[in-house]
Structures are given as structure tokens and as C-alpha cells.
């Protein structure tokens, strides 16, 4: 009985020292926070890696047309609408939305795309204020769009599953700086809407 | 205090009614300032609090609001202010209104005989430790009221708990404060620090082992006292919400709160004067009268606080690392381990009052009281030891920068 | 010093009369800090010992099983993540094996070791937060914090592997999304060497505390029996002491071809089938699946990381009945199909909806505070209950 009472006394206090000498190990270690989103090294989007699911983006250049991803999505996030011409085998797009208020980014759509002209863009920060403009517009309304046609010499046969797409950097983005200490310590960075085209 | 006083009451000897207005004023002057240091001291444990929860969950605490997220702690009182009162429906509305007063008058009234430094105290009561064992009790009144008159059956199971708590850990508490007052002779808190001396040797924690099992037995009391993890279970956040103050919002939270992190320093403040040498200054005698004092005065406050801050800083490091005490454990540790104990350590610390002050015997306290202080250093040493040891093993380095 | 817990079943005692002037009724949720989502126990209370346990459920569903009468079948995979987001990898695979039974898909080997890797990663981590938020419970908030860093680590490579952190949607009929990049498995092997290290750490900080096992043990006492007759699974199966896993015991995928332990209940301290046996049995399956992913991740063969399979697969109609030993115990899906290419009826069955059942027969006789202790032992997440 007292050895009971002598041991347990002895687990208590060797376990509430080892617990102690823990947390006090931590008061001397860097914290793991990032803080987002101004005192970060780099913009967000560059340090995901490529097969981030993001933000789906529909470059509308290389689409055929073929509807595949408006048939693959599980909850019916895409809307396009293709008028073909059987004669001249060309096609337009009058429409092509996205409703990223909507989209799971499951990357369904982006799998069966030959052109891989629907992708994942690394970007997630698409909050508006109102839940009607999280309704992407890939194509102007009012504009019609020509078909990309699939022949030997096309642009982006298929995206391999394999092969991560890294979205282009389109006008408004600013190249991101990396500052030359940017190893050792946290540099504010500020996006700002640049108005010349980058690089 | 009484050069301050006599001062005071000096210059409205003129005035009709001079003594006793004198008095009064100074009764009110003692107690602003007492309850602003209060104030001041609740509000920035708060952000030490959580700017060391932070670092030890690897995160930084609050950061933003002013230098390092000092002034957290003031946006968050100007929330609280600015909020709506509200009283659920059908509770009991004066005995709402009522209960954060009494936990906070309960915290507040001990204050009044903690020391601060040598002469400094609000009022040298003679009672001392058992004073402030009495006035602690009205947090009970308080809670029960919260737990009953919020109309709420997580609130009630709180304010049940936390009283039973309270009142069940009073009893080892003043065991071990009465092995302190055998030793010291006397209850009066200034008198048991001047019977303590400077030298951690000189102090009555490492006086015997009696009174060193008495110092663990009364820090964990005090632990319970105060409601901190492990004995957190009236407030308990994942269990009953939060306890008995689960109705209550806005300026009344902020009382039953700000009396939390005050009992803190109360807790800290009584360790620090009963077991650590309180105000002593280690290496220099009491002074008389007269030149120094000044000097005395700051010096002994500094290290009655830098005491009370590492003893404040150790309650917010074990709320931090333990886990909670269920009910039944609690209350079965305090009756069946804590009291036991604490009877012991007063038998026993009444029986080295008795060591003679030379020979043998003699010769043999000094050994021990040196031997129980290079152990309780040790302890702290091993800590830090183990500490450094814990991040070698994850191949980390030492991070010393605090204010990111 | 601190109070043990005397071993008593309330299913060896009678049962408890509740008198209705001592008795009080108490909701412990929908919203609450400790019922992980939202389920509602409703508790008879005297004083502070429960005298009936009724849990209601259905705060949190959402019709998958009927989603999956509307949608195709690879439309569905994004919806199985939903059934138990912490352990998504699992509810993938169940599906992924379902249809593949049926429609006769045979998975190359390669695919099968990426779906090892994934599954057993998912495994560590949702052990990590389970065990987490049995400490978080329990009053102790800094393990938690430290189980999500390292769970954070394991999102970044899960986000390397497939692109998502939480809803992979990583597996496919016949094989997975996409391949590893280069480089991933030695980022994978990194974080293994670091969490091996990590492991004792979180075991002297919390699993080894005194407090913290006076709370679980002897608590919750699970027999071997009730756990069998209430179809329990995984570690609340196995800490009741019953040696069963799916992955040995009725192999499926790769598993066969690696050398893992099962721990099981009884060994540790307390009795078998207590709170405390199903948070260690967790503890030690993390280190078995860290086992199990470097195996996996040093042995992974060349080859294709998906079959030829159509586009929109319309199995032949038929049932089948695939289960997987997912994070928290046995997932099964039992699917019927009509030879077009959506199910014709789907059936998921969880173990968190068995763990629930087995409350309020395990429940009365203990105290609030155990309760919460026990509910965190089971390790039930309201998304699994209601589908």
C-alpha cells in the first residue's frame, strides 16, 4: 500500500517534471507561424507547389470545345455554350463560366481536358463582396470565341496527368522579388497592382 | 506608511473632523493605488499569459495590437466595456448582477495584507495569513451565486465544483501556512518574511523537509484556490463550457476574469512570502531608521517582485503543460493526500522549532537547510537542462528572439 | 496520489434508477466544445453521475448515400471525401475498391503502393489529431497544438501528392490522379525521420503524465464482447483486446507485402478495452503506419500510376461489398449497381455510427467529466455518423 502510494507519488512528479521541461523547450524555439497575408517572404502563390488544386482557369484559346469538363463536374460548375457550324467544321463559344463560389476544385474537369485549356491556377484568394461575381467569365459576354482545332502541330497536346500546369503570369501580377536575405529573416511584401504587362 | 499617513493627518488637524477624514482619504488613496496595480498587473498577465501559451504551441501570441500585442490586453477590456449587457431571461437578476462582485471583493480584500516590500503594505494586520485565508472564502459565495443564478445546468455543475473545490482546499492551505507560522512565530505576513533572511538557505522552504513538502502541498492549494490547471474544473472549457461563467458576458465577465488573473499575483505574492524569503535582500541586514532606507524600500521591492513574477510566470507554465483533475480526484487528493500531509508538516516543522541555535543539532539544520537548497536549485536547473536537452534531440537550434 | 479508477463495467451493474427529484436532464450539445461536431447527448444526470446516455444524431447529414443515386461514378469521388474528411484517403480507396470489384479494374502495382503511402499518411495524421483532442479534452491544450504542427507537415505533402490539404480526391478506378513529383519521396522520408523524433516528445509531454492516465484509465471499459456485438473497428476493436485488422486479416491492396505490428489492448496500464488502451493503441499504430509508409516509400516500383480504364465507367449490375480499415475502425461500401453508370444503391457503412451505439450502454455509472474523457477515447466525428 505505501509502495503503491511512494511509486505513484514518484510517476507523478518524474512525469510533471519531463512535461514541464517540454514546454519549457519550447519558449526557446522559433514559432512555426506564418504570417499571413504581410509579413510573408513570398507571395502565397509562389510558394505552393505546382499540383496545388486552385482556383479553376479556362484559357479559351485552346479550347475545343469538346464540353468534356461541363460533363465530368459532379455539381455542374461549368457553363459553356458552343454554337457549332457543321459545314465549315468550325466552332465559337459564347460562353464559358466557371462558378468558383460553386467549385470544390475536385481537378475532375481539369483531367479530361485534351488541351489542358482548364487548369488549376495556384491562386485561392477570389473573395468578392458580392456571390454573384465568384461567377468566373472566361469569356466576355457579348464576345464569341473560335474553337481551337486539334491537329499535329497544336498548342498543348493534352496535359499529362502527370505534368503540373504552372499558370502564366498574367498583367496584373508583379514578378516576385526575392530579396537576397531572404533566407534569414521575413521581408513585408506588398502586392500592388502593376500596370505594365510582366515579364 | 505611517510617515505618509501622520503627514496627512498633520495637515487637516485644523480641519473639523481632521483624524477621521485623514484617515479616510488615506484608506482611499491606499486602495486606488492598490487596485490600480491590480488592474494593471490582471491585464498584462494577460498578454504574458498568451504570448507564452503561444511560444510554448510554437506560435506567437498576440502580436499586432501595439509593440509585440502589448495593448491587446486594453483592446480587449474596451470590448468588453463597449459590449451588451445581457442577463439571460429568467435568471436570478440581483443575485447575477451581485456574484462577480463578491469574487471580486474576495480577491481584492486580500490585497490588503499582502506586502510589497519592506514597509510596504496596504495595512500590517496581525492576523496576517489567516486574514487572507478568511477573505478569500467570499470567491465561494461569489461562484455558488454565479453557478445558481444564471439559470443554466452547465453553469450550476461549475459553481457546485468550484465551491467544493475552494472550500475543500482551504484546509491544506492553512496547514501549510501554519507550519510557516510555527516557524516564524508570529501570522503577521511582514513578520514572517523578517524571520525569513536573504540567503535561499535563510528561506523557510529550504528550512527543513518538513517545510519543503509544506511548500509543494501549498502551491498546489493555492493552484486549487485560484481555479488554474490542473484543478481548473469549475471553468473547465471543454467540459461545461465555461463553468459557471457561461452566462455572462461583457463588463461582468471581465470582472469574474480580471479577479482570476489578480488571484494570480495574490497566489505568487503568498509563496513568495511564506516559503521564499519574501522581501529579504540577500547579503544585507535590515536597516534602522534613517539613511538607506529609500534604497531599502526599492531594492526590497524589486526582489519581493521578481520573485512574485517567476512564481506567476511557474502557475502559467503549468496551466500550459497539465492536463485536468477530474472531481472526485481532486477533492479525494486534497482529503486523503494533501491534508495528511499538511498535518504532518506541521507536527514535524513545529518540532524543528525546537533545533537550538548552536551545537550539534545545530550543525546538522545548516547541513540540511544547504542540502534541501542545492536540491530545490537543482530541480530548477534540471529543467532547464532537460529543456535544452529536448531541443538537441529534434535537431533544433535555440531561439532566443521573444518579441516576434 | 491521485485517484485510480476501480474497474467496474456499468454493464456488470443493474441498471440505475433514476428518481426524478434527483435526477436532471442535461444536453451535452449539438454545440459543444467536446462532442468533435455536431451530435447531441442527452444525459439524465444525478448529481454528478449519469444515469442514461441518449445520443441523438443527424445534425450533420447530408444525403451522400442519395447523392451518389445522381452522380457518376467518378463524379462521386469528390464526395466521398466528405464522409470523413480526416481520414479522406480511406473513404477514397472504399469507393475506388467497390467499383473496381465490380467492374473487374485491376489496379497496377505501383498505384497500389501510391495508395498505401497516401492511406497510411492519412492514418498518422488523423491518429495525431485524435490523440491531440483527447489531450485538448482533457484540459492539457498545448498537445494538440504540437499534433496539428506535425499534421501540418503532412498536409504539405499530402498538398504535393494531389493538391489538396484536406478533401484529396486523390485515387481513381485503376490507379491514382497523378504520379509523385520527383523528389517527394525523399520530402516524405524527411518528415519520418522528423516524426520518429517527435513521437517521444509528444509521449513525455502528455501519453506518460500521471494526471492524464488517472483520467483514462479503467474509464469507458470496453468489453471484448460488447465491442464485437456492436461492430466496433480498429482501435476501439482492437484495444478491447480482439487481434483483428482488415489490412492482415482480410488483405486487400499491397498490404500483405509489409511487415507491421498490430497493437492491440491489455498490454498497457488499466484494463484492456479502456480509454486509455484505445489512446495508446493509437499512438503505437502512428508508429506502425510510419513503418509501413517507409517500406512502402523505399520499395516503390516502377510502372503505371493508372489503368486503361473509360472515361465513365457503367460496371455491370451486381453488389459488392468493399471494406477498408480505415483510420477509425472498418468502412465498408456496399454497392448495388444496375448496369449504368451511376449506382443504383450505395451504403456506407462507419464505424463512428457503431461507436455511438455503444454509449449509452457504456455510459451510466460514469461521471460527466469521464464522459468527456471517453467520447474523446472513441474517437467519433460527427461527419462519419451522419453521412
Redesign the interface.
Known amino acids: 500500500m505505501q509502495s503503491r ?1 511512494i511509486r ?2 514518484r ?2 512528479a518524474v ?2 517534471f ?2 514541464l ?3 519549457l523547450s ?1 519558449l526557446f524555439r522559433k514559432p ?1 507561424t506564418l504570417q499571413y497575408p504581410d509579413r510573408i517572404p513570398r507571395p502565397i502563390p509562389d510558394l ?6 486552385g482556383i479553376i482557369e479556362a484559357d479559351t484559346a485552346i479550347c475545343t470545345g469538346c464540353l468534356a469538363c461541363m460533363k ?3 455539381i455542374g460548375v461549368i457553363r459553356i455554350e458552343v454554337e457549332r457550324n457543321s459545314e465549315t467544321k468550325t466552332g465559337t463559344i459564347s460562353r464559358f463560366d466557371v462558378d468558383a463560389g460553386l467549385c ?5 474537369c481539369t ?2 481536358c485534351p488541351t489542358g485549356a482548364i487548369r ?1 491556377c495556384t491562386e485561392f484568394e477570389g473573395s468578392t463582396s458580392q456571390l454573384i461575381n465568384l461567377v468566373l467569365h472566361y469569356v466576355r459576354p457579348g464576345d464569341k470565341v473560335p474553337v481551337c482545332r486539334l491537329s499535329k502541330d497544336s498548342p498543348p497536346q493534352g496535359l499529362k ?2 505534368e ?1 500546369y504552372r499558370r502564366a503570369r498574367t498583367a496584373w501580377d508583379e514578378p516576385a522579388p526575392v530579396p537576397p536575405d531572404a533566407a534569414r529573416g521575413e521581408v513585408r511584401w506588398k502586392r500592388r497592382r502593376n500596370k505594365e504587362a510582366a515579364e | 506608511m505611517k510617515t505618509g499617513f501622520d503627514n496627512l493627518a498633520a495637515r487637516l488637524a485644523n480641519v473639523p473632523w481632521g483624524e477621521t477624514l485623514a484617515a479616510a482619504l488615506w484608506l482611499l488613496l491606499v486602495a486606488v493605488a492598490v487596485l490600480a496595480f491590480m488592474a494593471t498587473f490582471a491585464g498584462v498577465t494577460t498578454w504574458v499569459e498568451r504570448r507564452i ?1 503561444g511560444r ?4 506567437i501570441g498576440p502580436n499586432r495590437v501595439g509593440p509585440a500585442g502589448f495593448l491587446q490586453w486594453l483592446a480587449d477590456g474596451l470590448k468588453c466595456f463597449l459590449k451588451e449587457d445581457v442577463i439571460p431571461d429568467a435568471a436570478d437578476r440581483p443575485l447575477f448582477r451581485m456574484a462577480p462582485y463578491l469574487v471580486f471583493a474576495g480577491c481584492f480584500g486580500a490585497f490588503a495584507a499582502l506586502p510589497f516590500g519592506y514597509g510596504l503594505a496596504a495595512s500590517g494586520i496581525d492576523a496576517g495569513i489567516f486574514y487572507v485565508s478568511a477573505v478569500t472564502s467570499l470567491v465561494v459565495v461569489g461562484i455558488l451565486m454565479a453557478g445558481w443564478s444564471s439559470n443554466n ?2 453553469s450550476l ?1 461549475g459553481g457546485v465544483r468550484g465551491a467544493a473545490q475552494i472550500i475543500s482546499y482551504e484546509i491544506p492551505a492553512g496547514l501549510a501556512a501554519l507550519s510557516v507560522v510555527a516557524l516564524a512565530g508570529t501570522p503577521n505576513l511582514q513578520g514572517i518574511i523578517q524571520a525569513q533572511g536573504g540567503w535561499p538557505w535563510q528561506w523557510f522552504a529550504f528550512h527543513n523537509p518538513f517545510a519543503s513538502i509544506a511548500f509543494f502541498v501549498f502551491l498546489a492549494s493555492l493552484l486549487a484556490e485560484g481555479n488554474r ?2 484543478f ?2 469549475p471553468e ?4 461545461l ?1 465555461a463553468g459557471y461563467v457561461t452566462e455572462y458576458s461583457g463588463m461582468r465577465f471581465l470582472f469574474f476574469l480580471f479577479a482570476e488573473w489578480a488571484n494570480i499575483w495574490v497566489m505568487a505574492a503568498l509563496i513568495v512570502t511564506l516559503f521564499l524569503g519574501g522581501w529579504q535582500v540577500p547579503g544585507a541586514a535590515l536597516p534602522d531608521a534613517g539613511t538607506g532606507r529609500t534604497f531599502w524600500i526599492l531594492a526590497s521591492a524589486a526582489v519581493f517582485f521578481m520573485k512574485t513574477l517567476t512564481f506567476a510566470f511557474l502557475v502559467v507554465w503549468v496551466r ?10 481532486l477533492t ?2 486534497c482529503w486523503k ?1 494533501f491534508v495528511p500531509a499538511g498535518f504532518v508538516c506541521l507536527i514535524g516543522s513545529s518540532a524543528c522549532v525546537l533545533i537550538p541555535g548552536q551545537g550539534a543539532w545545530h550543525a546538522v539544520h545548516r547541513v540540511v537547510q544547504w542540502g534541501l537548497t542545492a536540491a530545490g536549485f537543482g530541480l530548477a536547473a534540471g529543467l532547464l537542462w532537460r529543456a535544452r536537452t ?1 531541443i538537441k ?3 533544433e537550434r535555440i531561439y532566443l528572439k521573444v518579441w516576434t | ?4 479508477n476501480t474497474s467496474k463495467t456499468s454493464v456488470d451493474q443493474p441498471a440505475a434508477q433514476a428518481s426524478n427529484e434527483d435526477s ?1 436532464l ?1 444536453h451535452m450539445g449539438p454545440q ?3 462532442t468533435h461536431g455536431v451530435i447531441n447527448l442527452t444525459l439524465t444526470l444525478e448529481g ?1 453521475i449519469i444515469v442514461k446516455a441518449d445520443p441523438r444524431v443527424g445534425y450533420l447529414h447530408r444525403g451522400i448515400e442519395k447523392l451518389a443515386e445522381i ?2 461514378y ?6 466521398t471525401d466528405r464522409i470523413d474528411y480526416l481520414a479522406a484517403m480511406f473513404c477514397n480507396q472504399g469507393w475506388c475498391m467497390a467499383v473496381e470489384r465490380l467492374a473487374g479494374i485491376q489496379v497496377p502495382r505501383r498505384a497500389e503502393y501510391l495508395r498505401v503511402i497516401a492511406c497510411e499518411l492519412n492514418r498518422l495524421i488523423n491518429h495525431l489529431i485524435s490523440c491531440g483532442t483527447t ?8 498537445p494538440f ?2 499534433a496539428i ?1 506535425e499534421r ?1 507537415k503532412v498536409n ?1 505533402l499530402m ?6 490539404r484536406l ?1 484529396y ?1 486523390f485515387m481513381r478506378f485503376g490507379g491514382v ?3 509523385f ?1 520527383p523528389g517527394l519521396d525523399r520530402d516524405i522520408l524527411d518528415f519520418l525521420d ?1 516524426f520518429e ?2 513521437l ?2 509528444f509521449n ?3 501519453s ?5 492516465i ?2 483514462l484509465v479503467n474509464v469507458g471499459v470496453i468489453p471484448a464482447g460488447l465491442a464485437v456485438s456492436h461492430g466496433l473497428g480498429g482501435p476501439n476493436l482492437r484495444a478491447s483486446g480482439i487481434d483483428f485488422d482488415l489490412r492482415r486479416n482480410r488483405p486487400y491492396s499491397v498490404y500483405p507485402e509489409f511487415q507491421f505490428r498490430v497493437p492491440t489492448g491489455g498490454s498497457y496500464r488499466g484494463e484492456a478495452g479502456d480509454s486509455f488502451a484505445r489512446y495508446r493503441v493509437r499512438i503505437d499504430e502512428m508508429v506502425e503506419s510510419a513503418r509501413i509508409v517507409r517500406q512502402a516509400v523505399e520499395g516503390l516500383p516502377e510502372g503505371e ?2 489503368a486503361k480504364v473509360p ?1 465513365n465507367p457503367a460496371p455491370p449490375a451486381g453488389e459488392v461489398y468493399a471494406r477498408v480499415e480505415s483510420a477509425r475502425g472498418e468502412l465498408g461500401y456496399y454497392l448495388v449497381s444496375d448496369g449504368s453508370d451511376r449506382a443504383f444503391r450505395l451504403k456506407i457503412r462507419t464505424s463512428s455510427f457503431c461507436a455511438m451505439t455503444v454509449i449509452p450502454v457504456v455510459a451510466p455509472g460514469m ?4 464522459l ?1 474523457a471517453f467520447f474523446g477515447s472513441l474517437d467519433v466525428v460527427a461527419p462519419e455518423v451522419d453521412r
Request: hydrophobic residues 40%; charged residues 25%.
Open positions: 502510494f505513484s507519488v510517476d507523478s512525469s510533471i519531463e512535461g521541461a517540454v514546454t519550447y512555426v505552393l507547389p505546382e499540383t496545388f488544386r465530368r463536374c459532379p470544390m476544385v475536385c481537378g475532375l483531367e479530361v488549376h496527368r502527370n503540373p | 501559451a510554448m504551441m510554437s506560435r445546468k452547465w455543475l490547471t490542473p481548473d474544473l473547465a472549457e471543454s467540459e463550457v500550459w503543460t497539465l492536463p485536468r483533475l477530474r472531481v472526485d480526484q479525494d487528493l493526500v529536448n534531440n529534434l535537431n | 496520489m491521485i485517484q485510480e436532471t442535461i459543444h466544445p467536446s454528478e452522380t457518376p467518378t463524379g462521386f469521388i469528390p464526395f489531450a485538448m479534452d482533457l484540459g492539457a491544450f498545448t497544438l504540437h504542427r501540418e504539405d498538398e504535393k501528392i494531389c493538391g489538396s478533401n480526391t490522379c497523378r504520379d513529383a522528423r523524433k517527435f517521444p516528445e513525455r509531454l502528455i506518460g503524465n500521471e494526471i492524464f488517472r483520467r500510376f493508372l472515361r461521471m460527466v467529466a469521464d468527456t
